[in-house]
C-alpha cells in the first residue's frame, strides 16, 4: 500500500480535544442520579451509583429471613469512614440484610471503638494515610472499594498502601469483590446490531473521518495524547479538531454518558480510539465498551489483560500490536477499505458470536447490576459481602473463644497488590529517555 493514501486517512482523523484543565469541576454535585451517575468518576469528588441505588432498606436477597429485633443489639456494625460515598440512607444508620444475616451500616463515627464496630469501610479516591483511624483496633477489618484506575489515589498501587486494607473490591478479578466488568451492562449489551456501514459512508460523504477520539482528559499517567500525537503527526499532517456538533454534547459531563444524541453521533464512526487513563490489568471502561456497543472497532489501549474479557479474539485492535503509529494507521486504512475484513470485527454480534465463555460466565456470576433496577449494585453488593465475611469471621471468633482446642482461631485475610494491578507507568510512544523534559 503506497504511504500517500494512508496519508489521506490519517488527515482525516476526526481528533475531538476537550481538554479541561483544572481538578474535579464543580458540576458534579449539581447533576442528580439518572444518566449523569455514569459521569467518569474523577470528574466528581462524589461517588454517584446508578439510579438503581435507591434500593436501600429494602432486602437485598429476596427469601432472607428477617432475623427478630432483639438480635439488633448483636449485629455487627459496618462503619462507612470515607464521607463521600454516603448517605446512601437517610439518617445514620441503617440495617441490612445479607445472605448470612444481618449487619448495620453506619457513618456514625462515635461507634470507631464499639467492640461490634467490625469493620471500617472507605472508598479508594477518598482514602488518604494521614486520615485514616488510627491506632487500627485489632477487631476491625478494613475494606477498600476503588472500582476506579489508581489514576485517583496511587498510594493504593503500592504494596503498603494495598496491603492495609483487608477486604477489596476493585477492578481487578483477583479482588475479594471483582468488577473487572463494572462498565458493562450485559452481553446483550454487546450484541446491539451496529449501524449499517452504507449509513456509515454516507456520513463519510458528509465530511465524517473514519476515526473518532474523544476525549476529555489530558496529561494523564497512561500518556495518551502523545501517542494519538505521533500517529498523526508521522504523516505530517495537521491533527484536526473536530468540535461535538452541540454544545450539549461538548459539555464533559454529557460525554461519558449514555446520552442519546451522544450515542447516535458516536455511532457513526467505524473505529474509535480507546485509550484508558491509566493501564492495570482489567482496568476497562465505557472507553472500551461503548464502541463495542455502537458497533464500531475500539482501537484500544488500556488493560493488558484485555483480551481475556473480548467476546471472541477478533473484535478489538489493540495498538500495542502494532510496531509504529504507522504501521497501525495502514491497518486502520486496509479495514476502513474492505467491507469484509472490517465486518469481521463485528462479528460478536452475530448470534453465538460471543464465544468467550469466561466472559458470559463471569457476567452470570456477578450478583449486582449495571443500571439494573431488579438487582444490587455494586456498592450495596459489596457492603453485604463485607457484612457475610465479618458475620463469619464473627461466629469463628466466638467458636474459637469457647473452645480454642476444636476451633482455631480465623486466619488474618489480607490485600495483595494483585487487587490494584497496575504495572509501572511507560511511555505512550517511544522511549522514556527521549521524552523531551517539557512534555
Ligand atoms: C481465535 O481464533 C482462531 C481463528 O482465527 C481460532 O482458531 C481460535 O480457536 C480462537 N481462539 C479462541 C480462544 O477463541
Ligand atoms: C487486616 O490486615 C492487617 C494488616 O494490614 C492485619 O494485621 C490484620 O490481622 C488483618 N485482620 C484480619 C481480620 O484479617
Redesign the pocket.
Known sequence: MAAGHVGAVLAALGVLTVCEAGGPGPAAEDEAGGEAAWAEPWDGTVFRPPSALGAVGVSRRPGTPQPGQEEAVDLPVLLWWSPGLFPHFPGDSERIECARGACVASRDRRVRADSRTRALLFYGTDFRASEAPLPRLAHQSWALLHEESPLNNFLLSHGPGIRLFNLTATFSRHSDYPLPLQWLPGAAYLRRPATPLQERAEWRRLGYAPVLYLQSHCDVPADRDRYVRELVDSYGKCLQNKELPTARLQDTATATTEDPELLAFLSRYKFHLALENAICNDYMTEKLWRPMHLGAVPVYRGSPSVRDWMP???SIILIDDFESPQKLAEFIDFLDKNDEAYMKYLAYKQPGGI??QFLLESLKQREWGVNDPLLPNYLNGFECFVCDRELARWDAEKAHAASPGDSPAPEPHIAQPSHMDCPAPTPGYGDAAEIPEND
Open positions: 471472541n479474539n477478533h464465544t468467550n
